[in-house]
């Protein structure tokens, strides 16, 4: 079956570090591959996506290149805020059978501190 | 435009009883996805339903039903409420359209079950 792996949390880096979070997949075709974030007590907000194997997807600072080859999806700042502290979920979405059901990590809490 | 929205905000049932939960998806949009989010269980799809049928839903068992109005806003119900069935309960809807592989979420319904 489809599946995400994101690295274990929690992480905590003072204001202006670098970030990485890594995230590979399993699935069977060619998956959307997607960074949700989410707030204390708020639901989930589109990040950044990529469709299609190379795609890079950026937003507010943050970036992730779709890399086919390795499966992976990792999510990157060069320079964290304390407002980026949220729990970030990768994710995956199939057309067809899948009908682009979303397949979640576990997700992982920044905490960034000042 | 107007996000996905859902309610109530907070709802509080106990064992036994039965939660109606609603969301309204994003204007034009057709299909809406519902998700469980629950302490140490990550997120997990629930339901999807797409121009007022259900297409699929995930490994829940059917005291969760809902349905999809003609207008695309939809109603989750739970029956027979578990203690297990707290959680946050995420909205999703996603255009129709061609390209339409993205999924915006609504700010969740928190249901406790006493």
């Known amino acids: 079956g489809n599946s995400v792996t994101q690295m274990e949390g929690p992480v905590t880096l003072s204001e202006e570090a670098f970030l990485t979070i890594n995230c590979t997949y399993t699935a069977t075709g060619y998956p959307s591959l997607f960074w949700y974030v989410q707030y204390p007590g708020e639901g989930l907000q589109l990040l950044l996506k990529?469709?299609?194997?190379?795609d890079k997807g950026s937003n507010k600072g943050f970036e992730a290149t779709y890399r086919k080859e390795t499966t992976s999806f990792h999510l990157e700042k060069g320079s964290v805020q304390v407002s980026d502290s949220a729990v970030y979920f990768c994710?995956?979405?199939?057309?067809?059978?899948?009908?682009?059901?979303?397949?979640f990590g576990k997700g992982t809490l920044l905490t960034v501190n000042p | 435009e107007a996000g996905v929205t859902q309610s109530p905000t907070h709802l509080i049932k106990t064992r036994g009883q039965q939660a109606t939960l609603r969301c309204s998806p994003i204007?034009?949009?057709?299909?809406v996805y519902w998700y469980q989010q629950a302490l140490g269980l990550g997120l997990q799809f629930l339901l999807w339903?797409?121009?007022?049928?259900?297409?699929n839903r995930g490994n829940f068992p059917p005291r969760f039903s809902g349905r999809q109005f003609p207008n695309y806003s939809s109603e989750l119900n739970v029956n027979a409420l578990e203690l297990e069935d707290s959680a946050l309960y995420l909205c999703?809807?996603?255009?129709?359209?061609?390209?339409?592989?993205?999924?915006?979420f609504g700010p969740g319904t928190r249901l406790l079950v006493l």
């Open positions: 204007s034009g949009h057709t299909s």
């Open positions: 999703a809807s996603r255009s129709g359209l061609a390209g339409g592989e993205t999924q915006y």
């Open positions: 990529a469709t299609k194997a190379d």
């Open positions: 994710a995956l979405s199939l057309s067809g059978g899948s009908n682009y059901k979303l397949t």
């Open positions: 339903y797409d121009e007022g049928e259900e297409r």
